[in-house]
């Protein structure tokens, strides 16, 4: 395995990586969406609410370890956090969750209207998919690997299977097994997409970075599923309750707090565990993975 990269053009540390990604983000992201017309403007809008950015972060901090040239994630790292945000704007939709507040805003169709919502949805699709074909830092190989990557993760077969899923859940009952799955294709998904894709820019696929992923991907959703029924409105800028008052069939609400958390335990351990074997434990990566996971305290 590659080292960690230490160049001093990149120069993160334990204290400034998170802020240093999240701007880089932000910048890359504005290349993509002028306000010239209203599918812009509600782009614009949905992309410039202040989210933690936590996949492309991801991005970012894999690529590091891999000792890649930024240049060469920044586009997908774009991709994956637009595609990450249009599923958010199509999730809020009346249809779906009926939401009317995300990241302490008024979600799209509310700030626009339900038509607008579902277009800009379906055009920051569009644009994801052309910035990684238009990427002149990736060969066209790459390319195709990266987008064959993503429509199976996102597609029928990932994010949307998981989605009509987490609704047909409603009017029915779910078994442990089915709601671990549920939750690793509408969530824990892209989430192993964005740890995922460096390692196939950087040619180094290997098992121990799928296990990584694919718990974060899992436990990044269970966690999401506990502040749910235990935070305020306030503090997750957006409804808090919403699961149980929509009869939603999550892991904490069949099985309880505290199997919840030990399975969050058990997931945690693993990543912790690989993540030692790799000698990472001191790297940003580890450091912003342990933030993630202490996000239920």
């Known amino acids: 395995m590659a080292k960690p990269n230490l160049s001093p053009k990149i120069n993160l540390n334990k204290h400034n990586f998170e802020s240093l990604l999240q701007e880089r983000v932000n910048n890359e992201i504005s290349k993509y969406v002028i306000n010239s017309n209203e599918i812009d403007e509600s782009m614009h809008y949905a992309l410039s609410n202040p989210g933690k950015r936590v996949r492309p972060l991801l991005t970012y901090l894999v ?20 595609i990450h945000t249009y599923s958010l704007v199509h999730d809020d939709l009346p249809c779906m969750d009926n939401d009317d507040l995300r990241r302490g805003k008024p979600t799209l169709h509310v700030k626009y209207s339900e ?5 800009a949805g379906d055009a920051m699709a569009s644009l994801a998919i052309d910035i990684i074909l238009q990427d002149v830092n990736l ?3 790459l390319k195709v690997e990266l987008l064959q990557f993503l ?16 609704i047909s859940f409603e009017n029915t009952s779910a078994s442990e097994e089915e709601i671990i799955k549920m939750n690793e294709l509408k969530t824990g998904a892209l989430v192993e997409f964005s740890m995922l894709a460096p ?12 296990k ?6 899992i436990t990044f959703q269970l966690i999401d599923d506990l502040l749910d029924i235990q ?41 912790r565990i690989i993540l030692n074997d790799m000698n990472l434990t001191e790297h940003p990566i580890s450091i912003y993975i342990n933030k993630l996971f202490d996000r239920q305290r």
Do not use: H
């Open 63 to 82: 690529g590091d370890v891999l000792n890649l040239d930024f240049d060469k994630l920044d586009g997908t790292a774009s991709a994956i956090e637009i």
């Open 115 to 119: 038509s607008t919502a579902v277009l």
């Open 139 to 141: 060969n066209s190989d």
């Open 151 to 166: 429509m199976k993760t996102i597609g029928p077969e990932g994010m949307i299977l998981g989605q009509i899923q987490d």
């Open 199 to 210: 390692v196939i820019i950087a040619g180094e696929t290997t098992d121990q970075w799928k």
């Open 212 to 217: 990584i992923a694919k718990r974060i991907g």
């Open 231 to 271: 935070e305020s409105e306030e503090n997750l800028g957006k409804a808090a309750k919403k699961d149980k008052k929509k009869n939603k069939k999550n892991y904490p609400i069949c099985f309880g707090v505290d199997k919840t958390r030990n399975k969050i335990k058990q997931y945690q351990d693993d990543v």
